[in-house]
């Protein structure tokens, strides 16, 4: 799969609004993220403005949703995507692991499939950014290391799906690795 057509870009773009609702909260981490994924995915087709609308008022089943994924390929890149989504702001709330696994479910992915992305996400969610001065920077390293992996993983996907999961992943170690320094991105 080298491409997403329209309709898999606007399920991809659906689901990643409604784990953004998840946890009836939104955060600017949780805004830069869609802003992210949304200008990687969409579509001339897509109307993102409707589609915002259509999941605050509508609320859309997921399985209605994830319905539109037809090929394995889609239907990873979806759930990894609602993921960062989720682990933006933090590591996964209650909420947000309730519409994960609503989500795993819906898409008809097996947990051995999911997990990799699930660990991964909330390791780096959970790696602090500020810390002492002398074990600053090897926490730094560990975490590029970690980024750099999961990245290097990443690029095994065929081309269009490896760069809207490195980008905004890339994006993150950026933004954590300036706030660890005490430097405020935007």
């Known amino acids: 799969m080298n491409t997403l057509s329209a309709a898999e870009s606007e399920a991809i ?15 600017d981490t949780e805004r830069q993220q869609l802003k992210k994924i949304t200008d990687s995915l969409a579509h001339e087709e897509v109307d ?7 999941v605050l008022l509508n609320r859309p089943d997921v399985a209605t949703v994830a319905s539109r994924l037809l090929t394995p390929g889609a239907r990873q ?9 989720c682990d933006a702001d933090a590591v996964c709330n209650t909420a947000e692991l309730q519409f994960l ?18 660990d991964e996400a909330a390791a780096l969610a959970s790696t602090p950014v500020a810390s002492p001065a002398p074990a600053q920077a090897e926490e730094t390293d560990a975490m590029i290391l970690r980024y750099a992996i999961v990245g290097g993983a990443l690029e095994l996907l065929p ?20 706030a660890a320094r005490g430097v405020e991105l935007d």
Request: glycine share 2%.
């Open 13 to 27: 773009l659906t689901l990643c609004l409604m784990a953004s609702f998840a946890e009836g909260e939104k955060h």
């Open 48 to 54: 993102v403005t409707a589609l915002y609308r259509q």
């Open 159 to 178: 081309q269009t799906m490896a760069t809207l999961a490195i980008v905004p992943m890339q994006t993150k170690m950026v933004y954590r690795i300036g």
């Open 101 to 118: 696994h609503q989500l795993r479910t819906a898409l008809a992915l097996p947990t051995t499939s999911t997990q990799p992305a699930d």
């Open 77 to 85: 890149l979806a759930y990894e995507m609602a993921v960062c989504v």
